[in-house]
């Protein structure tokens, strides 16, 4: 797919702007710059999928559902039977978590969670469901103010962060992230689960505490 | 509802187990209440979620769809949402989650007696844990107790005070083996409180240990 980060995009328009001055940084960053997506391909830091969940919720749009569903589906069915799905039930449940998001797409809050991470709860929730066939009390919803669309630079912030978090996750001593991993399988009982992720959350923390807030602000 | 004066909050452990999805439902529900009633706690919850997030998009591409799985989805999206249940607003005492498990307000509680003043309602959660409201009378005490597993009070109402703290409403305390306490009720106002265990509780003096089999706890 589409090599360049959102970033290295950005730097390839932006000499037409700002003139010649910077030109010659530009270049010489360009060169040394090594590449911000990963190996696999993937753009966790492009901010598309946010905007595909937008036009499912603005105009059910069908052609960003799909793609949604080509990226996002396998992950789910791959998840769900990491956490002791069978493949049959495993693929019911990530149609249905798919379902969800188009029927929930208006609720998507973008400054508090990238797309992955909302698909990741709606999954969890789904395994909760199912698998355990249990209730999951969620927290009270926090609805949109007036405002409703949110602030872009904050969502731009939030992506670039989570991204971080994922290059830090990956970038952990194999024992320590499998047995994250683990734990979002359901692998670990909360008594095994050891609070030293060895991740930097405070950041993200600070960003979404900062986004309840303003969500807060607008519904006083 | 939300309130910024909540001195005892929820560890990172259980708030990575709620993010993970594998907590007893019943920590799962006082999880959820503390959380409506404090955003510090939300927002390490959600960065939590986040992690979870990354962990799905490391997922490999290994695993693949199923033929015609995109229109089954389709179709599936075309019979409409689910009918959502109604959203209860929250009353002065409890907050959402809990009012799903109450039915009601702070009024549709059903009280138990089990002696002194106190009054608890057991919540319908799986049995891996147990989840109850506790009344405390003002000015009240909980028998001495201690614990074989871990309990977390939450209080809803009114506040108390144990050889620990001073408790207020939103604030969670977390007793373990160790410790062995006294919760006394302020003066003010009675006391209600959630109450979470994954044990049962052992009482430290003959007579309450006899009222036990009522508590069910």
Known sequence: MVMFTESDTARLDEPVADGPVVRPLRVKRRIKGRPVNHANGSCETRTEWVGHVARIRDAQDQAAFAELFQHFAPRVKAFLIKSGSDAAMAEECAQEVMATLWHKAHLFDPTRATVATWVFTIARNKRIDVLRRQRRPEPEDLGWGPEAEPDQHDVMALQQETAQLRDALTALPEAQRELIEKAYFGDLSHREIASQTGLPLGTIKSRIRLALDRLRHAMN | ?217
């Open chain 2, 1 to 217: 509802m939300m309130s910024n004066k909540i001195k005892h909050h929820l560890t990172d452990d259980l708030l990575m187990a709620y993010a993970a999805g594998t907590l007893p439902e019943a920590f799962d529900l006082m999880v959820a209440t503390h959380l409506t009633l404090c955003d510090h706690c939300r927002a390490r919850a959600e960065s939590f979620d986040a992690v979870g997030g990354c962990v799905l998009q490391e997922q490999d591409a290994a695993v693949s769809m199923n033929d015609g799985s995109l229109a089954a989805t389709m179709a599936m999206i075309a019979q409409g949402a689910p009918v959502a249940k109604p959203v209860r607003p929250g009353c002065s005492v409890l907050p959402t989650p809990l009012q799903d498990y109450v039915g009601g307000d702070v009024n549709d509680i059903k009280w138990r007696s089990i002696g002194m003043g106190v009054k608890q309602a057991i919540l319908p959660t799986t049995h891996e844990a147990t989840a109850r409201l506790l009344f405390i009378p003002a000015g009240a005490a909980v028998p001495d107790h201690s614990h074989n597993g871990m309990e977390l009070t939450m209080v809803l109402q009114g506040a108390f005070s144990d050889e620990v703290d001073h408790f207020a409403r939103g604030d969670v305390e977390i007793a373990d083996e160790d410790l062995h306490h006294t919760p006394t009720a302020d003066i003010s106002e009675d006391c209600i409180c959630l109450a979470v265990t994954d044990a049962p509780l052992k009482f430290n003096k003959l007579m309450p240990r006899l009222f036990q089999p009522f508590l069910r706890i």
